[in-house]
């Protein structure tokens, strides 16, 4: 399964961003997809997860009810949009791929992941 990750940047407190993740390969469909980031100093922390039946998703706590997961089949993308962003969202973030949608397994490898930077 290969990924690209993109849509971050630079945006003040409160505003909003939407990440896109681009995936192909012969089988990604057999795989849940998933958003992690990584701020400076921290653990990576997986942030939303999601089938790509959209029947199951999951946002972490901290994220909920201001960022969403989706998945459009038709042009094989999964999106995270996020709102009300606050200096606290500014992390890398990444597009992962998992066997299975729980646990969600961290891949071995990671792309470059997307900067998403929130100013006060």
């Known amino acids: 399964v290969q990924l690209q990750a993109s849509g971050g940047g630079l945006v003040q407190a409160g505003g909003s961003l939407r990440l896109s993740c681009a995936v192909s390969?012969?089988?990604?469909?057999?795989?849940?997809m998933g958003w992690f980031r990584q701020a400076s100093g921290k653990e990576r922390e997986l942030v939303a997860r999601?089938?790509?039946?959209?029947?199951?998703?999951y946002v972490t706590d901290s994220v909920k009810g201001r960022f969403t997961i989706s998945a459009d089949n038709a042009k094989n993308t999964v999106y995270l949009q996020m709102n009300s962003l606050k200096p606290e969202d500014t992390a890398v973030y990444y597009c992962?791929?998992?066997?299975?949608?729980?646990?969600?397994?961290?891949?071995?490898?990671w792309g470059q992941g997307t900067q998403v930077t929130v100013s006060s």
């Open positions: 992962a791929a998992s066997e299975t949608y729980y646990p969600f397994r961290e891949p071995d490898n």
């Open positions: 390969g012969r089988t990604f469909r057999r795989y849940a």
């Open positions: 999601i089938t790509w039946s959209g029947i199951n998703t």
